[in-house]
């Protein structure tokens, strides 16, 4: 079985736990992108927590049946004062520090997760992708159309792409500019043509369903 999520996180309770927690989705979500097929038995989700205080319980381990995890520093104070760039640059070794960790604890392989930490730097720490890997046709043949996401340290932005037939980008427009925090449900966000001109998306993993209709004209 595949990894489903890694979560990076403030202590709970922490008085730093709301600010931080919104902005460590981003390279938790990049370094995750990397392992897809990364084998882990049964187990679905690695938490990665991280606080200033821990006295004994520092690298302590969590182990449920379906999730591991791990305690890790992390001075807030520093942290903060750094800019977007290297606080993003800090979330990467956390990641890579807890995952390696829970990695040997666990006797899993360790080339994909070292894989997984270049292959950030090589994307310059930014994590934005085509939804689903897809482009899709209209009705007449004439249009392709895509989403486009990019999910950053402090904001979660989502475009419609229009292209022609042979790829090429015509226009875009933003169409979600939220939270980073509630980014996952655009790996699960439905959208077709309804027309020629038309195209709706579904939004159905929040408990409040989202819809949006797109005219390209």
């Given amino acids: 079985m595949s990894l489903s999520q890694i979560d990076l996180r403030a202590k709970f309770r922490h008085e730093c736990s709301a600010r931080f927690n919104k902005e ?12 897809k097929n990364y084998e882990v038995g049964k187990v679905k989700k690695c938490l990665i927590i991280v606080s200033d205080d821990w006295g004994e ?36 070794k956390m990641i890579h ?3 390696m960790m829970i990695a040997n604890k666990e006797g899993w392989e360790v080339n ?12 310059h720490l930014e994590y934005k992708f085509l939804v689903q890997n897809k482009l899709k046709a209209s009705p007449n043949r004439k249009y392709k159309l ?24 015509i226009k875009r427009g933003l169409f979600i500019n939220e939270s980073p925090s509630g980014g996952e449900f655009i790996y699960y966000v439905n959208f077709k043509w309804v ?23």
């Fill in 97 to 99: 520090s807890g995952m």
């Fill in 112 to 123: 994909q997760l070292l894989d997984a930490f270049n292959l950030c730097g090589k994307a």
């Fill in 57 to 92: 319980d520092l690298n302590s381990h969590t182990n449920w049946n379906d999730c591991k995890g791990v305690n890790l520093d992390l001075n807030f104070e520093k942290y903060f004062s750094c800019s977007n760039y290297h606080r993003k640059e800090i979330l990467l």
């Fill in 146 to 169: 895509g989403l486009w996401c990019e999910w950053d340290i402090d904001e979660f932005k989502v475009f419609w792409l229009l292209m022609d037939r042979n790829n090429k980008e």
């Fill in 24 to 35: 460590s989705w981003c390279i938790a979500e990049l370094y995750w992108s990397f392992l």
């Fill in 195 to 217: 027309s020629n001109d038309v195209i709706v998306i579904n939004d159905e993993y929040r408990a409040e369903k989202r819809i949006w209709e797109i005219r390209i004209d």
